[in-house]
């Protein structure tokens, strides 16, 4: 399975952005989707996570900022991101699994994508 970012780029502090992420041809059904990011000569840090049921959950540092939504009938996975900050800058993936531990500490994901770079400048 081919999962696809976009919606990356640069902004100013307090500004907004919006990721995507596809799944071209998949009909697979996840039980959990995820949005990480991993800044320069930092480790991974998961962002927010979406379960089948539609639970959400967020780490705290992106929570009341950022909000989590997916498209179930086109296989697509959103992040909107409002208030942003300079520590917000990094590359951001979606992931997918079929297990049933669903947060944004999940230590790991079957299929992630190649990445989009956010850059937010103060």
């Known amino acids: 399975v081919r999962l696809v970012e976009s919606g990356g780029g640069s902004v100013q502090a307090g500004g907004s952005l919006r990721l995507s992420c596809a799944a071209p041809?998949?009909?697979?059904?996840?039980?959990?989707l995820g949005w990480f990011r991993q800044a320069p000569g930092k480790g991974r840090e998961g962002v927010a996570t979406?379960?089948?049921?539609?639970?959400?959950s967020y780490a705290d540092s992106v929570k009341g900022r950022f909000t989590i939504s997916e498209d179930n009938a086109n296989n697509n996975l959103y992040l909107q991101m409002n208030s942003l900050k300079p520590e917000d800058t990094a590359q951001y993936y979606c992931?997918?699994?079929?297990?049933?531990?669903?947060?944004?500490?999940?230590?790991?994901?079957?299929?992630w994508g190649q990445g989009t770079q956010v850059t937010v400048s103060s």
């Open positions: 992931a997918a699994d079929s297990g049933d531990y669903c947060f944004p500490s999940r230590p790991s994901y079957s299929y």
């Open positions: 041809g998949s009909t697979y059904s996840w039980y959990c």
């Open positions: 979406i379960d089948k049921y539609g639970r959400q």
